[in-house]
C-alpha cells in the first residue's frame, strides 16, 4: 500500500465516493417520469390575493373577489381560479392535526368558503409552504404533506401553490448500515443479514470501527447516490414485517435513505444527527414483504440540493394527484385535479424538474409592480423557453397589472410578454374596482380593457401550449415569436427604452426559424392586438413602438 492510500485508507476517506459527490453535488441526479394530472392543459387563469392584499387578506375579501369576477363575466375569459396566498391558516392545527383557517378572519372555515367560491362559477386554490413555516410563519406542510394532500382535496381546494420557505433539504449524506433484521410484527427477530455479506454496488464498501458491537464492520459510501447496499431477505409468507436497519451512529448532522422493496414500494428514513453515547443505533419501519425472497435495496439518491427540492415537490403533487383521485372515488364522481404550483423562487433551476413535479413552477423571486421588477423577470424567464409544454409552464410569477407604479403602456407590456412566454395569467389586481356603484361593469376602465383582451388571451392559451422565443434583440428591442396551433404564429416587439423606437420585424425570416413551425409563404395576414386592426403583408410588420411598450400581433400565413 502506499503512502497516500494508507492515509486515505486511515482516515477512512473513499476517494471515488467524495469524486462522485462532488459532481453529483451540482446537477440533477432524479430521473423521472412527467408528472400529468390533467389540470393545466394551457396556462392557469386566475387571481390570487398576494399581490394587493398580502397579510390582509380575509374570508370575505375572496368571497366579494369571486362575486366581482363573476359579475366581470371573467370565467367566460379563461379565468378560473380565486387562489388564497399566504396568510389564510391559524397559527394552530386542529385536535386531528389538520390546518384550519385563521380563526378571525376565515371563521366559516375552508370548506365553506370553497363552496362560496364554486357557487360564483370559480374554483378555490390554496397556499402553503414545502418547510416547516410559510414565508409568514404560519405552519405549513413539510412532514405533514400527507394529511394535508388529503385535507385540501376534501375541502374542494383545486389549485394548490406550495412556497419555499423553512424549506429543510433532504441530506445527501446517507447512515451507516450493519445490517437488516426481520421480525413478525410484535414479534420477535427472526432473521438477520450482515451488510458486509450483501451485495455492494458502486462505491458501497465495508470499513471497521472497533467501538461498535461484535466485529465492528459496516458498510459506507452510500452517501449523494454514490452506492448502494442489496440484501435479499425470505420471508415465510406474504404479509406486514419490521424491518430494523442497524446502522453505525456517527456525525451530528442528519442523514437520509430510501429503502426500495422489490423495486415497487419505496421507504424514506430520516436518521437524526448523532449526539448519543454509544456507536450502534437502530431505524425501524413496517414494509409489506412477498413470500420466498425479496430484494431490499438501501440507498441514497439525493445528491444535490436539486435532487432534495425535486423529491420533494414531486412527493407533494402525487400526493395530491391521489387525494383528489380517493375524493372523486369517495364521492362517486370525476376527478378535479389539484393544479400544482411549485414556488422555489427558481433556486433549484426548476425548469430541469418541474414537468416530473407539479403543472407550473417559479422562475424568479418575487414580483413587483414596478417596470424595473416586469423587466428583469421577462429577461430571466424568456430565455426558458424551451422548457415549457401542455401540463406544464414556466411561472414567471403573478400579474401586476393595474398595481403600482406601472402606466397604462407598461400594463399592457407586462400583459403581452406574460402571453407571449405561455405564463399563467394569475391577476393580483383588485376586481371590485370595475364595478360601478350601480353593479354595471365600468367597461372604459383601461386596466380591465388590458386584462380582458381576448385576442391577446388566446396566444397565452393556444392549446399548443409553447412560450415565444426571442429571436432578435440589440438589447434595447426584443423581436418575440410564439408558434401558434392552426399554423399561426404569434409576433411582439418590445421597445424596453424609455422613448418611442422605430422597429420592425420580418415575418418571412422569424418563419425559418426551427422553432417557428408557421409555414413561410408570400403573404400574411396580420391582426395587431392592441389596435384591432387587420393587414395583409408580405414580409414586414412594425412600426413605432412606444416608450416601455409592444406591438403585438397575431399572423396567419395566407398563400
Ligand atoms: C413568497 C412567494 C410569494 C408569496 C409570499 C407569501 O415570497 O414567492 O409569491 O406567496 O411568499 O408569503
Redesign the pocket.
Known sequence: MNPIEKILKKNKICPVCTAKKILNGTRLNLKEPAFENGAAPTPPMGWAS?NLWGRRVTEDVIVETARAMQALHLDELGYTYVNV??CWMSSVRDASGRLQGDLSTFPSGIRALAEKVNACGFKLGL?TSNGTY???DLPSSLYHEETDAETFAEWGVEYF?Y?F?HNVPIPTAAPEIRALSLAAPGGAEFAVYRACEAELRGAAAVFEDRNLSGKGEYVGGLDAAAGSVVFIVSAPEAGSYTLTLEIRKHGNYEKYAEVEINGAQTHMLRVPASRGAGHDGRVQFTAVLGAGANTVLVHNPVASRMDSAAKQYRRMGLLLKEAAERRAAAEGREVRPICFSI?E?GLNRPWKWGASAGNLW?TTP?IRPTWASVLGIYEWNVRLYEYASPGHFNDP??LEVGNGSLTLEENRTHFSLWCMMAAPLILGNDLRAFLLPDGRVDRMNETLQIITNRMAISIDQDPLGRQCKRVRTDLITDVLAKPLSNRELAVCILNKSGRPRKAEALLGEIVRDPYIETPDARRYQVTDVWNNTTFVTQNAVGGEVPAHGVLLYKVKAMS
Open positions: 398576494w396566498d399566504d397556499y410559510t414565508c409568514e401553490k412556497d420557505c414556488c423562487w417559479r418575487d410569477d403573478m
